[in-house]
């Protein structure tokens, strides 16, 4: 059997991860719904709800962050015991599982 495509259902390519960020930027700047920009943009629901869930995921991202230290001391924190290098320590730590974590 062959699969007839209708003129007027024909599949539109895959669009790159750059148009569709334009498209979500377009979109949120528009101040407009799904619904009414997706019939203005000629762009289907389901894929304008599909790429905010999967572009602007408001999840933390996984793995480490990188952190930068103010230029000014913090203030000293109640029950602090020590601090070595930005990490604080609010008890004693033993100084092998420091070495286990730290390696």
Same mark, same amino acid.
């Given at each position: 059997?062959?699969? @007839?495509? /209708?003129?007027?259902?024909?599949?539109? %390519?895959?669009? @790159?991860?750059?148009?569709?960020?334009?498209?979500?930027?377009?979109y949120?700047?528009?101040?407009?719904?799904? /619904?009414?920009?997706? /019939?203005?943009?000629?762009?289907?629901?389901?894929?304008? /709800?599909?790429?905010?869930?999967?572009?602007?995921? @408001?999840? %933390?991202?996984?793995?480490?962050?990188?952190?930068?230290?103010?230029?000014?001391?913090?203030?000293?924190?109640?029950?602090?015991?020590?601090?070595?290098?930005?990490?604080?320590?609010?008890?004693?730590?033993?100084?092998?599982?420091?070495? @286990?974590?730290?390696s």
């Amino acid at each position: 059997m062959e699969q @007839t495509v /209708k003129a007027n259902q024909r599949r539109q %390519p895959r669009r @790159t991860p750059e148009e569709i960020n334009s498209i979500l930027v377009s979109y949120e700047n528009s101040g407009l719904s799904v /619904k009414e920009f997706c /019939k203005q943009h000629q762009i289907q629901a389901l894929y304008l /709800k599909r790429w905010l869930k999967r572009y602007r995921n @408001t999840k %933390p991202a996984k793995g480490f962050v990188e952190l930068c230290p103010g230029s000014e001391p913090a203030a000293p924190v109640a029950g602090l015991f020590a601090e070595y290098r930005g990490i604080h320590f609010y008890q004693p730590v033993d100084p092998s599982y420091l070495k @286990t974590l730290l390696s």
